[in-house]
DNA sequence: CGTGTTTGACCCGCGC
DNA sequence: GCGCGGGTCAAACACG
């Protein structure tokens, strides 16, 4: 409330429980958070070079920038949430268990590796769940986000 | 024209 | 080693 930005964009944040708002695959959510936590815990280095010659794995920058990764649900129709920064669609596909496919959205700046994945819930269509990855380091727009912040806030409290 | 989406191919880790 | 599941690339396309 205090800031313009979204708190689960916060470096600083701790790891935040997805919401147990789901009454059903109670299992896999607990397992989900734990994969979540463990990701979070961990560093997850990118190193997708494989494309040009990957004769090598280069692992020239290790450095400790760990990627966390926060994840919560939502209840909307869209799954489309504008928080306020720009983001385009770099891939889609169809996860197991769902019927529904997952969407991989990437932060357009230069130097702003944020990712963020969307997925629909197959038994709840309402339910949204969205992951981010990284953290920003621009600032955002300010057009919508606060609306979205208060939308987000209410929906994510129990 | 520039920017974002679509979509199949590709890559990679993992289990068998 | 091979198939599968999941993540990403990038060319083609759509839209203002």
Same mark, same amino acid.
């Given at each position: 409330?205090?800031?313009?930005?979204?708190?689960?964009?916060?470096?600083?944040?701790?790891?935040?429980?997805?919401?147990?708002?789901?009454?059903?695959?109670? %299992?896999?959510? !607990? !397992?989900?958070?734990?994969?979540?936590?463990?990701?979070?815990?961990?560093?997850?280095?990118?190193?997708?070079? %494989?494309?040009? !010659?990957?004769?090598?794995?280069?692992?020239?920058?290790?450095?400790?920038?760990?990627?966390?990764? @926060?994840?919560?649900?939502?209840?909307?129709?869209?799954?489309?949430?504008?928080?306020?920064?720009?983001?385009?669609?770099?891939?889609?596909?169809?996860?197991?268990?769902?019927?529904?496919?997952?969407?991989?959205?990437?932060?357009?700046? !230069? %130097?702003?590796?944020?990712?963020?994945?969307?997925?629909?819930?197959?038994?709840?269509?309402?339910?949204?769940?969205?992951?981010?990855?990284?953290?920003?380091?621009?600032?955002?727009?300010? @057009?919508?986000?606060?609306?979205? @912040?208060?939308?987000?806030?209410?929906?994510?409290?129990?």
């Amino acid at each position: 409330m205090e800031n313009h930005s979204l708190p689960f964009l916060h470096p600083s944040l701790p790891n935040h429980e997805i919401q147990t708002n789901s009454h059903g695959d109670e %299992g896999k959510r !607990k !397992k989900l958070e734990a994969e979540y936590q463990c990701l979070g815990a961990k560093n997850i280095s990118e190193d997708r070079d %494989g494309k040009v !010659k990957s004769t090598g794995k280069k692992l020239e920058e290790h450095n400790e920038s760990r990627k966390q990764k @926060f994840a919560f649900q939502t209840r909307s129709r869209v799954d489309i949430l504008d928080d306020g920064y720009r983001w385009r669609k770099y891939g889609q596909k169809t996860v197991k268990d769902s019927t529904f496919p997952r969407s991989y959205y990437r932060c357009t700046h !230069k %130097g702003c590796n944020v990712k963020k994945q969307i997925q629909r819930n197959s038994k709840d269509e309402e339910v949204v769940v969205t992951t981010y990855e990284g953290t920003h380091t621009h600032p955002a727009e300010e @057009f919508a986000a606060h609306q979205n @912040f208060e939308i987000i806030l209410r929906q994510m409290q129990p």
